[in-house]
């Protein structure tokens, strides 16, 4: 009578093409299509929350103020804008002349803030740069964008 026990590497074969033999069947495949379909729809279209800063760790990574007008030439300032990706912090805005003197600063919650006219005014033509720096809750630095320039042409 012969032996009908399986050996050791016989069986872990069998083993492998019954486990196997589960992912040739079309609804396996499906299924997992299906699956990994759902889970990057809900990833793309679950809204996110802007980061609330409470402490510099909580900063968007990647994500940046930036500093967007005035820029470039102009004849007289106006509005300071940027964009930001905090929600409750606060701004500075710093505006300096070509020789690095501050010639304004102010402080908002806005992503964006006029500038007095009296101040506007005293602005001679020439070149300047400004740029905004956020703050948290606490009153910590926690981002600062680039140095954006402008210059106020004459008037003819």
Known sequence: MPDT?????????????????????????????????????????????????????????????????????????????WTSPYTKASYRVTVVNAAGAIVYTTFTSQEHVTMPRNQAARLAPGRYSWTVEAFDVQGRNVATSRTQSFEITPQR
Do not use: K, M, Q, Y
């Open 5 to 81: 026990r399986a050996t050791p590497s016989e069986g872990r074969a069998r083993d492998r093409e019954i486990r196997d033999a589960g992912w040739r069947r079309p609804a396996v495949w499906l299924a997992g299509l299906v699956g990994a379909s759902a889970a990057i729809a809900i990833a793309v279209v679950i809204p996110r929350r802007p980061a609330t800063l409470t402490s510099p760790d909580t900063a968007i990574r990647g994500g940046e103020i930036g500093a967007s007008a005035p820029a470039g030439p102009i004849a007289a300032v106006g509005e300071f804008a």
